[in-house]
């Protein structure tokens, strides 16, 4: 059974339709990378899954419960509040501007979380989380706070501190985005660490060479509809579809 | 100058009041005021509208006018209705002032927590925060780095705006420095009271300078 279930997922801003009819399926151990033009709807999808958006039709199902399905008369109709905490709960999210609580040091904000939320005793996520910035190479940096770290060593407090949560799936909104060209490289070799210890992930990237090494299965997305899917090899190589390879010589070009 | 000896420990009477009406306020203006301005963003339009209105009165008419009010209003309700309830000078003073630093403060704190980044709200939501931890945890001590300098202002007035105490004839430092200057036909006694007025202003300065400096530790 697929750990995370997405059909004919529609999502609209107003009149813009954003998400026209998504559907796709992810087992537990793979990644995935979703590729596309900006406005193609690619970080609108994550965070419908993620539950930072509400959908205006389809199906999401996050290992094996229902998150959200469709009704009657084809509208939405959402799990209870309980229900979709504990999705919200198996699911990690590390966005594009790594969103680190500021006032808190490294140490605490991989902490807070599972102290207040889990119930994990203070040592216990102490350890965790000293354990989890050994595996992110930010030792000894503990006691910093987010301000005085680089923006690659942000972004990965920010994959610690999903990481601490001990989640299910992991997503990424353009995780290298808002990063300087050299401080991508360490951000993305950390997500390939984690890709090697078998974490499921999806993983929305510019970063083409990236998504083809990472991923098990590539999505790429244009104008609210999956244009194509299937292995790397497939979307990079063998694919064929013209709006993809119009898409793909542009990042070739450079 | 052999009269200061003499001046200073009546001054002094004074300032505590000045100080008890400052203290007093302080404690009941700001938590009140945080209450007033989560009020203020609430999404139901019942709840939202009355807060806006109260801040607005609050705000648009003289905090002396919010004295006398209060204190001949209560008193006057209680006269008519039978109540046998009505604010005494000090109550009648600590309350208008609380409500009135109340809707000042509450504009200050919608400030700060509006400016609040919308990403931290869905960090805390992500990683199962409830509301209520979210406010606590991670909004309100943003807040409160970002309201210190205009919350500085404020308390500076306030010790200044204890002086309209007088008028429903609270003796706090300003009212008996006026005392004193009639008793010695000069108006030397109301230059000591601003001295006073300085001093303790001084004094909170350096506090608020140091709390800016204290929360200076990220940005």
């Known amino acids: 059974m697929p750990i995370l279930k997405v059909e004919h997922v529609k999502k609209l801003f107003g009149n813009l339709n954003v998400l026209k009819d998504i559907s796709f399926e992810l087992n537990a151990g793979e990644v995935l990378s979703i ?15 993620t539950q930072l958006e509400t959908v205006n039709g389809g199906l999401v199902q996050v290992d094996g419960k229902d998150m959200v399905q469709s009704g009657d008369k084809g509208t939405p109709v959402y799990a209870p509040a309980k229900v979709l905490r504990e999705i919200r709960l198996s699911t990690g999210l590390v966005f594009q501007n790594f969103n680190l609580f500021p006032h808190l040091t490294v140490l605490q904000n991989l902490c807070l979380a599972p102290v207040r939320v889990l119930g994990v005793s203070r040592e216990q996520a102490r350890e965790t989380g000293k354990s ?4 992110m190479g930010l030792e000894g940096k503990e006691k910093a706070y987010p301000c005085e770290l680089s923006g690659g060593q942000q972004q990965r407090v920010s994959i610690a501190r999903a990481l601490a949560m001990n989640p299910k799936i992991l997503f990424f909104d353009e995780p290298t985005s808002a990063l300087d060209p050299e401080l991508t490289g360490e951000v993305l ?3 390939k660490k984690l890709a090697e210890e078998k974490m499921t992930m999806v993983i929305v990237t510019h970063e083409m060479a990236f998504a083809r090494d990472v991923a098990d299965k590539v999505i790429f997305m244009d104008g609210g509809y999956i244009v194509e899917q299937g292995t790397p090899d497939f979307v990079f190589n063998q694919s064929g579809n013209e709006r993809l390879s119009q898409f793909l010589s542009r990042f070739s070009k450079n | 100058m052999s009269d200061l000896s003499s001046l200073l420990p009546i001054l002094w009477g004074g300032f505590c009041t000045t100080l008890a ?3 007093l306020t302080l404690l009941f203006s700001i938590p009140l005021g945080l209450l007033i301005a989560v009020l203020k963003m609430s999404k139901w339009r019942v709840v939202r509208y009355p807060v806006s209105f109260y801040i607005s009165v609050m705000r648009g008419t003289p905090l002396l006018l919010q004295i006398v009010a209060i204190y001949f209003g209560s008193y006057y309700l209680s006269e008519y209705s039978g109540l046998g309830f009505s604010f005494d000078r000090f109550p009648a003073v600590i309350v208008a002032f609380s409500i009135n630093y109340a809707a000042y403060f509450a504009e200050i704190f919608r400030g700060g927590i509006q400016s609040i980044p919308k990403g931290q709200y869905e960090a805390a939501y992500m990683l199962g925060m409830t509301r209520t931890q979210t406010f606590f945890r991670i909004i309100l001590p943003q807040v409160v780095k970002r309201v210190v300098p205009a919350s500085a ?10 002086s309209l105490a007088q008028v429903i004839a609270v003796t706090e430092l300003f009212a008996l420095a006026k005392k004193q ?3 010695y036909a000069s108006i030397y006694p109301l230059f000591v009271a601003g001295v006073f007025y300085y001093v303790a202003n001084l004094l909170l300065s350096v506090l608020f300078a140091y709390l800016e400096r204290k929360l200076d530790y990220y940005k």
């Not at chain 1, 989890?132 to 595996?135: S, V």
């Not at chain 2, 202002?153 to 204890?162: A, C, G, P």
């Open chain 2, 181 to 183: 200057q009639a008793a």
């Open chain 2, 153 to 162: 202002n404020e308390v500076i007035t306030l010790v200044k705006d204890t």
């Open chain 2, 21 to 23: 009406i400052f203290g």
């Open chain 1, 132 to 135: 989890l910035l050994k595996r």
């Open chain 1, 189 to 191: 070799k950390i997500i």
């Open chain 1, 35 to 49: 590729i596309g033009p900006s406005g193609s709807g690619k970080s609108t999808l994550l965070r419908c899954i």
